[in-house]
């Protein structure tokens, strides 16, 4: 399993970024894709977070309303679309995978056994 995460950059506050995490090399049909951020000197912590089949999606609620997480089924890819970003969402952002997440564990990062590597947000004031 692989994930490459992509579209980071500078943006100034209450402007858009669109971060993407290619999958590929999953075989199962029960799994969620994740969205987690750290920034210096802080943990990692939930972003966003989507499951199928279906298309249950949860967000921490500092970025509800103004991030979307969906899927690309014809990249195969899970996007996150941010909107109206803050100086606070400034981090490396990571997509992680995991199979089987039960909901109360979704925004766990335990519950994730692949993840890519950051893709650094900058949020300029």
């Known amino acids: 399993v692989q994930l490459q995460a992509s579209g980071g950059g500078l943006v100034q506050a209450g402007g858009s970024l669109r971060l993407s995490c290619a999958v590929s090399g999953f075989t199962s049909d029960d799994y969620a894709i994740g969205w987690f951020r750290q920034a210096p000197g802080k943990e990692r912590e939930f972003v966003a977070a989507?499951?199928?089949?279906?298309?249950?999606?949860y967000y921490t609620d500092s970025v509800k309303g103004r991030f979307t997480i969906a899927r690309d089924t014809a990249q195969s890819s899970v996007y996150l679309q941010m909107n109206d970003v803050r100086p606070e969402d400034t981090a490396a952002y990571y997509c992680a995978a995991g199979t089987s997440i039960i909901t109360s564990q979704i925004r766990d990062s335990e519950s994730y056994a692949y993840w890519g590597q950051g893709t650094q947000v900058t949020v300029s004031s």
């Open positions: 989507i499951k199928w089949p279906g298309t249950a999606t």
